[in-house]
C-alpha cells in the first residue's frame, strides 16, 4: 500500500525557518515526482513546489520562490522542504504529494493524486 508520511512542522516566529520531511513506500520513488502543497484555514490548497523523478526541474509557487527549497534523496525515499524567512502567510497544512506516472520529464502539477495526511506549519508573531 502506497504512503506518504510527512514530519516536521510545527510553531515558528516570523522569519524563521522550518524543514518538512516526506518519507514515502509502497511505491517506486526513484521514478516518481514529488510536490509539496498547503492549505490555510478558510482557503484553496495550493501549489508550494515541486521536483520531477531526477530532480533536474523544480517549480515554485510566487508566494515561495526564492524562501522555499525542494529537495530529495532517494536512497531514503524521501522529499524535503526547505522553508526560510517564514511570514505569517506560510501557516497552513502542508502536504507531501506524489506524481505516480514513471520518469515524467516535466512537472504536471494536476498529476499528483497519492497525498500524506499532512503537516501543520504555524508561524507566530
Known amino acids: 500500500q502506497a504512503q506518504l508520511v510527512e514530519s516536521g512542522g510545527g510553531v515558528v516566529q516570523v522569519g524563521g525557518s522550518l524543514r518538512l520531511s516526506c518519507v514515502a513506500s509502497?511505491?517506486?520513488?526513484?521514478?516518481?515526482?514529488m510536490a509539496w502543497f498547503r492549505q490555510a484555514p478558510g482557503k484553496e490548497r495550493e501549489f508550494v513546489a515541486a521536483l520531477t523523478w531526477n530532480g533536474v526541474t523544480a517549480e515554485y509557487g510566487d508566494s515561495v520562490a526564492g524562501r522555499f527549497t525542494i529537495s530529495r534523496y532517494n536512497p531514503k525515499n524521501a522529499v524535503y522542504l526547505q522553508m526560510n524567512n517564514l511570514t505569517l502567510e506560510d501557516t497552513a497544512v502542508y502536504y507531501c504529494?506524489?506524481?505516480?506516472?514513471?520518469?515524467?520529464?516535466?512537472?504536471?502539477?494536476?498529476?499528483?493524486?497519492?497525498w500524506g495526511q499532512g503537516t501543520q506549519v504555524t508561524v507566530s508573531s
Open positions: 509502497g511505491l517506486n520513488f526513484n521514478s516518481a515526482g
Open positions: 504529494t506524489a506524481d505516480l506516472t514513471s520518469f515524467r520529464p516535466f512537472i504536471r502539477r494536476e498529476a499528483f493524486d497519492l
